[in-house]
């Protein structure tokens, strides 16, 4: 006892400390836990201090992406110098369509009214009666309708202008037009919200990308790169009624969100319903949101089966996207789209193999196990789809089959080469791969890619090494909870290679594919993965020289889109417009080029018969029996299609006799692959109907462009 004494004493004494002081030792503590709180309170307002840092950052490059987009726009068309009716004619094609739906909901009565117009349409696809908001997603119409009549209502309650009006002199013989800017006017609350939408996804792109890395630098890398290569990732700038203008941004933050669910440790179902928002609020904008969530649900599933997370993550995760896909089936009115997606049935068969994990885990040969549930996911998955699109006889999405059908073999059909004829559903272009080559977009993500491959396969063996002389360990690994580090980026390596697939095959895809590779580029940012390069100064050193490298293309690119200048015009259409406003009447029914379409309904509100949303089956033979104007079928067969209609007057367009995109795809030849009768008449009927269009039509109207025919009875 005396030793253990004087060895106390020996060790307060080293201490600076003698034991005839130890009662005067409390207060001296007292300053040191001080400094230690003080220490703790400092690093938590370091912390708030970048997040508020982060926030600000974020909200700037919002504002200016959406001032980038917003200006493009503007010197693209002059639209702030176009009057009311070019605005409208500049909504081409679909773009039209969607706007059209808006524009009956704010110039009804009320707001109920317009919804119910909506609800039971007879205009579009006339004389048939639709619900257009649950065949064309048109809920981004509904919010803006609301906003709109809400920000009119209230300006007006306080007697504020809402717009600006004056008169432009348009020249060259041209009659003036009433312009008029700023949010009272329909077409600018439209876009400009749009507009908005789309810079808050780059903000969350900054975000996104800081969060995957671990570092600012990589939510910088992130927009750079996005802007460095603009013109790839996005076209909101030239078509924003789209609908990928209203549901990309939020695919980007349900990925941010699963990106979150699958690297925290252990979560809950809560996790599930911030996923299941983004996921309806994806889904309710876009009927391809389907094809994109199939891919993630893919990806994270391959997560699942490589070890990284376990069964419980994995149904957080289906959790939120099947509770976002259920509640988007009931929003839509049971679309039927939707319930024979190659999505739905995924989800149904993953969620299956799930639920067996502990009947699988019995093989307990792992290659086995992998084979088993992707064996099970191929024939799942095409077997519900089978099953269900069979049980309810639904065939609206046969024509997507058909176009992959068609780009793998030389199956093709009338459908298919409408699709495959027009360059956003043709393969990437060439110069594609070239361009975000010169950018070194390519070659960052190429580094990025080889270094994770190589770190998650050295983590694999460095776990094996440990794990091989103790088998038994693996055996007694909580399998519901298991989790391996890194899962969401072997998550993002999955979704980059579905993307790139997207991409490849039909070029519109790429919206996808490109964005993802700037959020890749993140990656070059974490210390964890790239700090082999050095220490942090070393390290973000390289990474500026690189931004470097990039911009030097990247800003020839963006000084390219901020050269091009133009000003909207189309009087040959305008000249078609005002005089089917003026010569017939109000209930007079049109056929024509669906493009076409879309305008006359938007800026006449006459009954049309078809439309450039192709998406249903029933709508597809509409097109067809129109497009007999421009097949090589006797004038006679033409007028009964019509006739059967219930058409009055058919719009003949020039360009659509005439075109010929690449060989086979003239309008002549694409009737060709299937009317083999008429295959040897040399002269098309738009070119007959064009010189002579008696004794079944009459020609009432012509200009340099189109041609409009009154169907004789």
Known sequence: MAAKRRQMQSSDASNGKSSANKGNSRPKFIPKNKSKDDEYSKKNANTVLYKIFLVAMAILIGFTHRNHIANMFERDRHFSHLSTLERELAFRTEMGLYYSYYKTMIESPTFIDGLYQIMNDNITEYPLTINTLKRFNLYPEVALAIGYRAYEGINAALKRPTKMCWRVNRGEGLSPVQSCEGLGEPSYFYVEHVFILNGIMMSMFFLFGTYLSGSMFGGILTVA????????????????????SFAYPFIVGQ??????????PIPTFRHSLPIAIATILFMLPWQFAQF?????????????????IGSRKM???????GGGFVISYILLFGNKMLLTSFFFSGLLTITGIVLIEPVLETLRIRPLIWISQGAMLGVGTVGFKFVIAKLFNIEDDAHIGDIFRSKFSDFKNFHTMLYTCAAEFDFMEAETPGRILKTMLAPAVLVVLVTVTYFLLKSEYTSWLNTSDEPEQILNTDIPNRSKPNAEIVYHLFQLIAF???AVIIMRLKLFWTPHLCLMTSLLASRQIFGWLGNREKHYAILTVLLACMSYQGIANLQHQWSILGEFSNMPLEELVEWTKANTPKNAVFAGPMPTMATVKLCTGRPIVNHPHYEDAGLRERTKKVYTMYSRKPLSEIKKNLQALQADYAILEDSWCVRRSRQGCSMAEIWDIEDEENRGETTPACTKLKES?????????KNNVYQVLKVLK
Not at 226 to 242: C, D, I, S, Y
């Open 255 to 264: 990925m941010f969100l699963v990106t979150h669910l699958l690297r925290t």
């Open 693 to 701: 269009p008696g004794p079944y039509f009459k020609t009432v109207f």
């Open 225 to 244: 790169s996005f802007f460095f290569n603009h013109g790839e990732a996005t076209r909101v700038q030239w078509t924003p009624p789209l609908r990928e």
């Open 292 to 308: 994109a969530l199939l891919t993630e649900m893919i990806a994270v599933f391959a997560t699942y089966v490589l070890g990284y």
């Open 315 to 321: 149904k957080v995760f289906l959790l939120g996207i």
């Open 500 to 502: 790139t697939l997207m």
